[in-house]
């Protein structure tokens, strides 16, 4: 399991159509840890709810299955995606390929530096993972 479980405030949520495929995609592509998951107790096929944590620390995302009633229904959402940084992004664009997923920008240097890549995984969910950590403190404070 992996630690620094709670030291994000910002956790990704999404309802899928199907939770345990996209459990096991989000292991195999890129690494992440499952740190809680709890089936539905009427329909044990269903995830009421799930924690992946990034193994790098910072955070994670949640995620569960859609449902018709609730506050996440199948209703949609806007168009998103995830961004994460890391140093391991060579190594996470492999294995992202390998895993299934499908490839929107390959490994691309920037022109601000970082070195990065998206994907879509087999939920729709557009995922990019880079170098750049975002701005810097001393930048971040002008307006």
């Known amino acids: 399991m992996a630690t620094n479980q709670h030291n ?4 990704p949520t999404f309802r899928v159509r199907d939770a345990r495929a996209e459990i096991k995609f989000l ?3 890129f690494g992440f840890e499952v740190a809680a998951q709890y089936s539905n107790a009427d329909n044990p096929e269903l ?3 799930a924690e992946l944590m990034w193994p790098e620390g910072g955070g994670g995302v949640m995620l569960g299955s859609r449902r018709d009633e ?3 229904t199948n ?3 806007g168009a998103a995606s ?6 391991k992004v060579e190594e996470l664009y492999h294995r992202a390929i390998a895993a299934g997923a499908t490839e929107i920008m390959g490994l691309t240097e920037q022109d ?4 990065d890549f998206s994907v879509q995984d087999p939920e729709g969910v557009l995922w990019s993972f ?3 950590r975002g701005a810097q403190e001393s930048t971040a404070a002008q307006d």
């Open 75 to 77: 209703t949609g959402v």
């Open 82 to 87: 995830i961004y994460i940084a890391t140093q």
């Open 47 to 49: 995830i009421d709810h």
């Open 112 to 115: 601000y530096g970082s070195l």
């Open 130 to 132: 880079g170098t750049y």
């Open 8 to 11: 994000s405030n910002v956790w």
């Open 70 to 72: 609730g506050v996440m």
């Open 27 to 29: 292991q195999e592509a």
